[in-house]
């Protein structure tokens, strides 16, 4: 034992057994809620109030971005009706198509010292 340090072996021994804090079970929860959460995301509430009641009512524990993956997991699948959260983000529109350009005529620079002003203006 080096010297000065009894004191923490002292502390050490008679400490008490912490408990990790560790939200395991978030998954199951989940899936526990899911008709709930579906029933309100159809009904128009936003994700985090959905997630804020569920967590008030003791039903969920899960951080919100947990709980948002999770929802995000299920819109993925074909199986739920849950809708995908990035699906509000995107334009209704579809991306316009590109037309393909036609080479018929290669570009080239050609460096000129005296510019010619009618191309300036």
Same mark, same amino acid.
């Given at each position: ?14 400490r008490p057994e912490k408990e990790k ?7 199951? *929860? !989940? ?31 899960? *951080?919100?971005?947990? !709980? ?9 699948? *074909? ?7 990035? *699906? ?34």
């Amino acid at each position: 034992m080096a010297k000065g340090t009894s004191g923490i072996d002292e502390w050490y021994s008679k400490r008490p057994e912490k408990e990790k804090n560790r939200r395991k079970g978030g998954w199951m *929860s !989940f899936l526990a809620v899911l008709d709930e959460v579906v029933a309100a995301i159809n009904a128009g509430y936003s994700l985090k109030v959905v997630h804020e009641y569920l967590s008030d009512q003791g039903k969920l524990k899960c *951080s919100y971005d947990t !709980f948002r993956g999770y929802v995000k997991k299920l819109g993925n699948r *074909s199986s739920t009706n849950v809708p995908d959260v990035g *699906s509000k983000l995107a334009s209704k529109q579809p991306a316009a198509k590109k037309q393909p350009i036609a080479k018929t005529e290669i570009k080239s620079f050609t460096f000129d010292p005296k510019p010619n002003i009618d191309d300036i203006y």
